[in-house]
């Protein structure tokens, strides 16, 4: 189902990059032979349960932990009132950091940690932690994203930006659109439990953990603990899923490391399923006011967006709505404004395409319905409005191959078949709609570093402190490394996730790829150079040849990369999308089937075509989710009403059409391998293609998600 039409490549004909090679840690995930953070056992393993509060806001009266200390196996219970004091964790604007749950004796929100037991094994835990009694004194909580008592953060992270004049626009308009979004909490629910087993050799921390980036999290670590970085060690070789909610040290991190700490032993503890929903974040919910202004041939003149989200109580998240707004179509006259309210609520976190999906469903609804007023097919209208240059800055982008990817998109869905009227086209008594949604999604890459070695066996060894959460890492470092050093595939080891390793950024943002790449790019340069030099001009000889004969066991060397230098004459390009939904709704019962999904991918050079499209299917999954499934519901008293796997709903297979996946578009020109990100662009426009064709269907637009049966009636 899948094609690549994407030029060939610089190196060395295309032999290896882009090719669909299979998962290398494939076979060892399906014998479970890859370690998982909650597989890692020691002789002397203790193991942790948790406490939770049972209210949203307050202090903690009396907390009485005898009994759990008295229960069999039980070696320490951990409260506020006899905890070490931890520093506070660093936090910066993109990566915010938890709070120590036990750092005072504050209620914040419902789940708060407010006790680590540790026993002997893993049922005593559990047990000796029903037996911690807490007496609270509640107080009046916050909830409700329009609660006029909440308190408010305007322009967090520094990104609400004008351009233009979009007051004077707007008035001057004559098309004028203004509507209201709204999407529900998702919780980003990997399969894989996170789990944390810390270990104190000394002063140095070994910590095995669930997380997209283990630098961040010996970061998070050292500061806490007051340790050189140098002192903690993090290992993440497997995870099993994050989308997101593995980029932030969670509050159950610092304490297993603590626990481990106050009982001289190594320390397991492993969330379940409920505590995945209240302890490791979600998707914010989300208000967002758009207006757009249009002139009535289509052109846009206005854009003004509004994005609200909710976050916890002294919490440093931020969900980026608008972030996207300003370069996704040609428009003279753009603002974005964000707030973020203040309720008591566990933190929210970033959950693939944080943002971004939710910006995107706004706009582009939006847009769908210009088009209907303006009577102009809904591809014409976004061309209309095509960014020729990146509106802001003016400079040509890297790469765009937007245009290419409605073209694909739309003959691969059959759009020419589309009969505009709405409620026109029928399946037996289903009503038939077709929609379409563009796609500009800024991924981010950050500087990373790598090691390459090769031995006299022949063999080459690729280092970098990266994690693969089930993205292909492993895959595609090795495809680049094979490509670059000439060598076959099958002849390199990869080996990640561990902080030691040379410095990574996360997997998050969808810039891994991109970035590991380019550090292994460098640090094959730097060794091809050695080898050169050793080579003295010969012709023909081996990397064994020319070790054995200088007689070295191996030669390596290092490499990094910065990924998005300054560059005055070109944009950066985002990566970009065309997708496309058909739903079929039954005219009796309102049941809503999404038929298939067409999705059209400018992701620049992709490296491996089978990770590549996997990425984007599991996108498109989420995105389904989004549209018609999933809510995290809080309930009165600020407790998850729905975390567990029986009440939230994530899309099953029967909820999964026929998926289709094409890649169009070009090497970027940014960096040597022309990569841009995959990662998460696949779950961005799904929401708005699908309510788009919802409302092709039957004429009723939904501008709230999920859309449900009962609401479809
Ligand atoms: N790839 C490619 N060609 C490119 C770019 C990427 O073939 N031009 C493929 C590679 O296999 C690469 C993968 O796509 O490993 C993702 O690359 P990239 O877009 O750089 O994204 P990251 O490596 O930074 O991964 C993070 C991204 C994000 S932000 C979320 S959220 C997410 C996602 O990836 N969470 C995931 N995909 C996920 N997939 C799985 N199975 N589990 C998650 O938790
Ligand atoms: Mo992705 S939400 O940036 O891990």
Redesign the pocket.
Known sequence: MTSVASTPNTYGGGKILGRPVDRVDGPLKVRGAATYASDVTYPDLTHAALVQSTIAAGTIRRIDAARAAAAPGVIAVITHENTPLLADPPSQPFYPSARFPLKDDRILHHGQHVAIVVAESHEQAVAAARLVTVDYDATALVLGIENPGAAIVRNPWGIEFERGDVTTAVAAAEVLYDQTFRIAAETNS?MGLFATVARWEGDRLVVHEST?WPMMVRRTLATMFGLAEENVRVLAPYVG????AGLRAWPHLMLTALAARVVGRPVKLVLTRPQMFNSVGHRPQTLQRLKLGATRAGRLVAIDHEGISTRGIADDNAEPITLATGAAYSCPNVATHDTQVLLNIPAPC???APGAAEGNFAIESALDELSYQLEIDPIELRLLNYAEVHPQSGLPWSSKALRECFRAGAERFGWAKRDPRIGSMRSGHHLVGYGVAGVTYE?FSSFCQANISIGRDGRARVQSAATD?????Y??AMQVAAELLGVDVSQVDVAIGDSDMPLAP?????????SLSGAIENAAANLQRKFDELRGGRIGESYVDILERHGLDELSADGEVTPHPEQASVAPSPAFAAQFAEVHIDADLGLLRVVRIVSAID??????EK??RS?IT?GVVMGIGMTLLEETLFDATGRVANGTFGDYLIPVNADVPDLDVVFVGEPDRFNAIG??????IGVIGVAAAIANAVFHATGRRFRSLPITIDQLL
Do not use: C, D, H, Y
């Not at 899923?241 to 997101?244: E, Q, W």
């Not at 996360?506 to 991109?514: D, P």
């Not at 990569?675 to 998460?680: A, D, L, N, Q």
């Open positions: 990997p997209q899923g994050g989308f997101g970033a959950m693939r991924w959460i089930g993205t292909g890492t895959t595609i996360q997997s998050g943002g969808s810039g891994l790829a991109i992701g620049g050079r992709i490296l491996n990770l590549a990425q599991g990569i841009k990100g995959v990662g998460e």
